[in-house]
């Protein structure tokens, strides 16, 4: 086997070296970034609704107003729970004397409309500016403060006979010349206000924690919810539900259904798939070329396997790998499929060779040679064959 030189240094075209290594991590730091851009954007985006069961009288969790609702059943008032204002206004309409509103923030303009048209008394439960400004127009939020223990300070009796509740939460502001009742003053703002707008009397808490399961016992809190609440006969306990609008049909397709934030998570792995396979994918720069350190020519590597065939004594073996290659060479020559039969290749050998059809089988199809002799005979055949059928 012939060796080459050792091989000089390597030449590259083009090449530029390794890459720095704060490079290495741009792109990964830059998918990472895209992500979590996308995870706040699909935070501020997905609207914030209230824990489940928030001030519900069918709900037993902490912040809950089953137990609330059990003692007011008790004590003679109804309480119906509904979850739409067509609902509530419905009850209404049937004897009920007041409706309570938890969660304002999440009824429509038109559904608060509604509200306002019923002929009931209303208790609105931590409202918003929205809310109050249709329901209670005398009254705005001015500031929010924490939920704590809160004197009464006023001169409403369901506060007075309360004593010290847990009050607080959103601040309110009575308009000027608006007659009524604010109480529990926290941060210089009262949290709840009572006052008459025509013949509806408005009642205003800026906090439920009075009225949940986990409060009611605590201080005056259930005295100043039975006091407020217990006073009427018939409540509509309105707790309105999130549901997206169902179009004109009355039915959803399929893509209605899938929430909005789906299609915001779907579109941020978009962004992330095309930026990783736009990073895997950049170009390398040119191929480099590497010289190998040792070189083998063709015809040692055949001299190799005829001296293994030699060796182990294969002629069969070594028959037939010449007759197959000289079959694969013959075949395109002659115009033959690749699985032309013995019959149809001596057939079309025998118009272009001097030999009989008889001789040209036996070459190419015959039984293996029967010594070293045979053999290299068979393979010069081989090559007269060939020769002759090109020169033709």
Known sequence: MTTAAPPGPLRTRGHRGPAAPGRAWVAPLAIIGVILLGAVLIAFLTPVTPAEGFLDPDSTQATGTHALADILAARGTLVERVTTTAAAVQVARGGATAIVVTNPEMLTTAELDELASANADIVIVEPDQVSLAVLAPALSVVASTAVGPTQPGCPLPAARLAGN?????????????????????????????????????????????????????????AALALNLLGAFPRLAW?????????????????????????????????????????????????????????????AETAEGHARLYQARRARDQAAMVLRTAALDRLKPALGLPVAATPEAITSALAGRSALAPAQLHSLLFGPPPDSDGALVRLASDLDAVEREVRSR
């Open 165 to 221: 509740a847990d009050m607080g939460g959103t601040g309110l502001h009575l308009a000027a010349g608006q007659p009524g009742v604010t109480c529990y003053p926290s941060g210089g703002r009262p949290s709840l206000v009572q006052y008459t707008s025509g013949s509806r009397l408005v009642t205003v808490l800026g906090t439920g924690a009075p009225l949940d399961n986990q409060n009611l016992a605590h201080l005056g809190n």
């Open 238 to 298: 309105l707790v309105p539900q999130l549901v997206l609008s169902a179009p004109a049909g009355g039915t959803k397709s399929l893509w209605q259904l899938i929430p909005h934030a789906t299609y915001l998570v779907a579109a941020e792995l978009a962004v992330a798939v095309l930026l990783t396979a736009l990073w895997r994918g950049r170009r390398l720069g040119p191929l480099v070329a590497e010289r190998l350190p040792v070189v083998v020519r063709a």
